[in-house]
């Protein structure tokens, strides 16, 4: 668990260890403010970077954790997070990462801590018009093309892993989604073999894991991003939803029981529901969604 074992293992896959900020140094550049949340791969708290007041968040994780019966060092969420959202002053779909360092017992990883936002869960209780789940899709989509270039396969997309970014807190149509990540969501090197070992939310587990007993990256994604859809409009009974036939089309080709018949996320942007003219609603957010986000400025 020494620092030069962390930095070899970055150095492997060629990520900037610069990031780095020993452990002397950590309560002189970042202070923690309150907890924000906890799981069992880590407990995260909002703090700020001292010189600027830069919001940050600030995950603690423990340095030993077993993941699919491997053992991984904590930095390994780190590789994967520069891998996927890169530079942190270039716009991504892809939380940040900032610094890192490594404690006796834990290692602390450092991320943007994107403001006026808040969980696609939480916005209207996760119901949208189609319109705007459109929009919405359509970032998902090119995010989820984005980290699989990257060689990272996020295994649990589903509305909570998914941040709504306000640009103006006072319409929707100014949002911009990111994607949140975990330890236990992400997996590198995706493209060598199916994966046997389900991690993520069981209820949006496709469904080639229980006739085969695997499942690979393109076709789940696929699956995991038509069944979150589905959550949008409060049900997930496609003849029961209250949208266009080509929004129906476009569900039901991600959601074929047949992986190898499924819908590539390539030709999910050429499919002909995003030519269709339904538009998002540019409606003022309601009174509860501002609220919720005036809640985070305290």
């Known amino acids: 668990g020494s620092p030069a074992q962390y930095t070899n293992n970055c150095a492997t896959l060629a990520v900037d260890c610069s990031k780095s900020v020993f452990a002397e140094k950590y309560e002189k550049h970042y202070r923690e403010v309150s907890q924000l949340g906890e799981g069992g791969f880590g407990t995260v708290f909002s703090g700020y970077r001292r010189h600027d007041l830069f919001p940050v968040a600030i995950k603690h994780i423990a340095k030993d954790l077993v993941i699919n019966g491997e053992l991984h060092c904590a930095p390994l969420e780190m590789v994967l997070m520069v891998m996927t959202a890169g530079d942190p002053v270039r716009e991504n779909a892809v939380i940040s990462p900032l610094a890192w360092t490594d404690l006796d017992d834990e290692v602390l990883l ?94 949006f587990r496709p469904p080639e894991f229980n006739h085969r007993g695997t499942y690979e990256a393109g076709p789940t994604t696929v699956w995991q991003l038509g069944m979150q859809h589905c959550e ?51 409606n003022n957010i309601s009174s509860a969604n501002i609220a919720k986000l005036s809640l985070q400025q305290h």
């Open 110 to 203: 450092i991320m943007e801590r994107p403001e006026k936002c808040m969980n696609l869960f939480e916005y209207d209780n996760g119901q949208i018009d189609e319109g705007l789940a459109k929009e919405f899709m359509r970032q998902l989509v090119e995010a989820a093309i984005q980290i699989h270039k990257a060689g990272v396969f996020h295994r649990d997309l589903k509305l909570e892993n998914i941040l709504i970014q306000f640009s103006d807190a006072r319409y929707a149509g100014t949002a911009e989604l990111m994607l949140t990540s975990d330890l236990e969501l992400f997996s590198g090197h995706f493209n060598s073999k199916p994966f046997s070992f389900l991690t993520g939310t069981h209820c």
């Open 232 to 282: 949008n409009f409060l049900t997930q009974t496609i003849k029961r939803l209250k949208v266009s036939e080509d929004c129906k089309k476009f569900l039901k080709s991600c959601l074929l029981v047949n992986p190898d018949q499924r819908i590539t996320q390539e030709q999910m942007l050429c499919h002909p529901w995003f030519r269709s003219s339904v538009l998002p609603e540019l």
